[in-house]
């Protein structure tokens, strides 16, 4: 049914049809036409205090969720600062819809002066999304919507652009909706599945890695798992898809020396949603000596950093189900999965040990910090990690959690900045789950002006900083290499430094200093029931 429309009522309208409830962003002059059709449809505007925290929102607002997050800027700087959000969720395959006015219709090429004016700003964010479109016209603006989820939600997930010329924003016209376009589920062909089901029957060693592809396949994953009685390893993006209290769960870290021993011993490595990156093994690609099997939605990606023997290019979810049932024929009485079951769980307990060693080596330094942590982390908490060392060399390996998304970390981007907006995404997505950020105290002052945003949503939300007085990551490099020490000291508590509690409260949440970090458990736990985001500044020495 064809409607009369200015833009912004088109764009939000297309927005309220492909579900979306929540939209992260910041006003401006150009963009005031969408944020004026935002209440007449329903949505809720989640206001941040900088576009790069409301880019980081959405993506966490998406791991969580399941869903596409939205973010919605003005242009120019605006959609410019959420550029490195926009990033990235291209590194993680996080579906992120970025939306922002562009110049007018008749701006002239070579430019005018225009307000926010950027010489091409779709070819800036077009070079770091899946693609970015620009709209020629105000009709045009439900398909334009409906082809960015489908490109978000049909295939493998990414961010996209889309860009609304300023004056069809405030244009009226004739506009017919479009309905979202249900994708078909992608299935391998049975011939590879059979091929697959093959070598994972006649595994005597067989394990799983599993990446953040596998998030909407906790279920079917660990039905195969258990099946097969493999051993799982999860990279951090895929971290608690299967319960790391799980008897087959090892442990998530690829990086770590005996994940990958692990992996490497293994008859037959199941790879789940994961690129096997740089970025997940940190030390080089593994030596398989086993035959590798992928299951990845992403055709081109399959054979990403490591080429398998079987390429099963499908949705994670229903193509596990499906290798399952290709398995299933076979096993028959089911005695053949109970010696596999029992001997799968010996080997995943003595990996399980070897990881945890491993991470109480490399996680020393926040031994205590993670202990005092553990218990209040229950079936619903997501951890949201900045690149902070408590996190990737602490939280990842040494910090159980117990749900798909449990754990939301800048993986492949490694930004800093990243884990407060992300856990107030998360913590929107989902009010009633335990949110706790563990942020560095370099890495929080990129967006701590979203201590702000989260106080005035009165969130529950505790905010661990670890403070060593600097980029400590950095300056353990310079070292290292025996470089002089330069532009890494933060300041200490004696001298310069920023007091986080203190720092709190200004900004309207609670803050207090943590002096023993075993107080943590009692502090966090307060904070998790509290009116307003509660700041933990705990100073420490490395
Ligand atoms: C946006 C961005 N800028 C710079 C860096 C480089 N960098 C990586 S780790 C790091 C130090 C972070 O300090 P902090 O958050 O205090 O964590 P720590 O290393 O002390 O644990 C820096 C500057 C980065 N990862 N991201
Ligand atoms: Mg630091």
């Not at 800093?416 to 789950?433: R, T």
């Amino acid at each position: 049914m064809t409607v009369q429309q200015n833009g912004g009522q088109a764009l939000v309208a297309a927005l309220h049809a492909h579900g979306v409830d929540t939209v992260f962003g910041i006003p401006g002059t150009h963009n005031l036409s969408a944020f004026a059709a935002l209440p007449e449809f329903g949505i809720r505007t989640v206001l941040t205090r900088h576009e790069q925290g409301a880019g980081y929102a959405a993506d966490g607002y998406a791991r969580v969720s399941g869903r596409p997050g939205v973010c919605l800027t003005t242009s120019g700087p605006a959609i410019l600062n959420a550029a490195a959000a926009a990033a990235q969720a291209w590194s993680d395959s996080v579906p992120v819809l970025f939306v922002s006015p562009g110049l007018p219709t008749d701006h002239p090429g070579l430019g005018n002066g225009y307000l926010h004016e950027v010489r091409d700003q779709r070819a800036a964010m077009g070079s770091i999304v899946a693609y970015s479109h620009r709209v020629g016209s105000v009709a045009e603006i439900p398909r334009a919507v409906a082809a960015a989820f489908t490109a978000m939600t049909g295939g493998r997930p990414r961010p996209v652009h889309l860009e609304i010329p300023l004056d069809l924003l405030e244009a009226t016209a004739a506009v017919e909706p479009v309905a979202p376009v249900r994708v078909p589920t992608a299935v391998p062909p049975p011939a590879e599945l059979d091929a697959a089901a093959r070598l994972l029957r006649a595994a005597q060693r067989p394990v799983l890695l599993v990446g953040g592809g596998a998030k909407a396949a906790a279920g079917p994953l660990r039905a195969l798992a258990e099946r097969l009685g493999a051993p799982v390893l999860t990279t951090a993006n895929g971290k608690g898809v299967l319960d790391e209290d799980h008897p087959l769960a090892v442990g998530a870290g690829l990086h770590q020396p005996s994940a990958r021993r692990l992996a490497e011993d293994a008859d037959v490595v199941l790879a789940v949603g994961t690129e096997l990156a740089p970025s997940d093994l940190w030390t080089g690609p593994y030596t398989l000596t086993g035959i590798l099997v992928r299951i990845d939605i992403d055709a081109a990606a399959v054979t990403t950093n490591a080429d398998p023997a079987v390429r099963l290019v499908g949705d994670a979810a229903a193509t596990l189900d499906a290798l399952a049932k290709s398995l299933d024929p076979v096993s028959g009485n089911g005695c053949y999965s109970d010696h596999y079951h029992s001997q799968g769980r010996a080997r995943a307990e003595v990996a399980r040990a070897a990881l945890r060693a491993d991470a109480a080596v490399e996680g020393a330094a926040w031994r205590e910090i993670l202990a005092a942590l553990a218990p209040v982390v229950d079936g619903s908490t997501v951890i949201a990690g900045d690149s902070t060392m408590v996190c990737y060399y602490g939280a990842l390996s040494g910090l159980a959690v117990h749900r798909p998304a449990g754990f939301l970390y800048p993986t492949g981007g490694g930004t800093l900045g990243y884990g407060l907006p992300a856990a107030i995404g998360a913590k929107v997505a989902e009010p009633q789950s335990r949110v706790l950020a563990i942020l560095g105290d370099g890495g929080i002052m990129f967006t701590v002006a979203e201590l702000a945003a989260a106080a005035q949503l009165g969130l529950a939300l505790p905010v661990l900083v670890v403070d060593n007085g600097g980029y400590g990551e950095i300056r353990n490099e310079m070292i290292d290499r025996g470089d002089p020490v330069t532009a890494v000291d933060l300041g200490s508590v004696e001298f310069g430094s920023v007091d986080f509690a203190a720092l709190a409260g200004a900004m309207g949440c609670h803050g207090v200093r943590i002096d023993d970090p075993a107080e943590l458990t009692a502090s966090v736990t307060k904070a998790l029931a509290a009116d307003r985001p509660t700041v933990l500044w705990l100073p420490t020495s490395g």
